[in-house]
């Protein structure tokens, strides 16, 4: 097991392994004093792996109770955040106590915000179980849910007291859930680490997740210092967001920032503003992962949605452009150029 140590105002570590859920009791007692908890986790991953972690509590001399709701996107919703507080306090939880986040960003994100709010702030864990959630969603502290308006729209900062990332619980994942953890660990890779790529395709886990969560971390922290470095991880999001939006969330994050890198890279190097042309890596890195980076929008459809980026100021707009593998800049185009930009990307 990888112990990884965050040093945010209230530090707290990561474990990384095969095989650590069985153990969860223990390395919670390592933090906490015996106390309730409540396990919050959705309708697929309840079955899988909540009585796993619900019966190492009790052995580590926790009190438990558990609560579950549907699996997906859609249950990101205040109805079910204020469902899970209602929850919460007729379980009678205090402050003293802790909620355990048990699954993929969705489970984390509206936990965490739960956890934000619930008595002004309660502690709690993360337990990722989706890849994605373990590279990404389970570190950086954002929290939050969806409004009928769109994505993450409320939510809070709030970090977690531990996250224990154990990657057996990968095995249980369809592929296509694999691959959005796959394009974020590419992604991260492009931003600021070339040989990271290399690991992901080997599929070593823990260096792989050990260092996403490190490169995430610096830049965040980076970005408090007001250097707009945090919008480097979007390599491929303003794209890819659109992609997603335009897909009806048919296709899922992951993908849609696989094709967003593409066209993002190939656009900013026939624009001129990278020496080298990143997009033939990026297509034979991710087509030999199994992604299909096919765009199947129109460039004036592609154009429209990306007119909400939240990488617009004023009339531009900051996109990340790939000066090589492992390296990113952000680079403002005006808007009147965004059009021409997403047309060069798109064209083969
Ligand atoms: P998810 O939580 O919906 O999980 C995907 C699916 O996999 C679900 O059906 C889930 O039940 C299932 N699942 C989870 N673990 C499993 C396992 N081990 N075996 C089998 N099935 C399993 O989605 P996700 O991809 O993990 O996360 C996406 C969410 O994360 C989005 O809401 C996104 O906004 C959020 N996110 C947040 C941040 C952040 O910084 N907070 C960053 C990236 C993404
Ligand atoms: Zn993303």
Known sequence: MNRFAVTTKRPYNILIGEKLLGDSGTYIRECAEPCKICVVTDSKVNGL??????????????QTSKVVFPEGEHSKTISTYSNLLEALADEGLSRSDIIVALGGGVVGDLTGFAAATYLRGIRYIQIPTTYLAAVDSSVGG???????????LAGAFWQPSLVISDY?????LPESEM???VA???????VAEQSLIDHVIKKDYAYVIERCVSIKKSIVEADERDTGMRQLLNFGHTIGHSIEKLSSFSISHGHAVAKGMVVEARAAYRMGLTETDTSTFLTD????????LS????????????????????????????ESIGKCRLHKISLSQLRNFISLGIEN
Do not use: H, W
């Not at 057996?168 to 249980?172: D, L, N, P, V, W």
């Not at 890195?285 to 299909?292: A, E, I, K, M, R």
């Open 179 to 181: 691959l959005n953890g």
């Open 168 to 172: 057996k619980t990968f095995e249980s």
């Open 295 to 322: 765009v199947p929008f129109s460039v004036d459809d592609l154009y429209r949605y990306a007119l909400n980026d939240k990488k617009i100021s004023g009339d531009t707009i900051a996109m990340v452009v790939p």
């Open 285 to 292: 890195t991710l087509t030999s992962c199994g992604f299909d």
């Open 49 to 62: 792996y909540s009585q796993v972690l619900i019966s190492s509590l009790i052995e580590s001399g926790f």
């Open 142 to 152: 954002k929290t939050g849910l969806n409004l009928l308006s769109g994505k993450n």
């Open 184 to 190: 974020e660990a590419i992604k991260s890779g492009m």
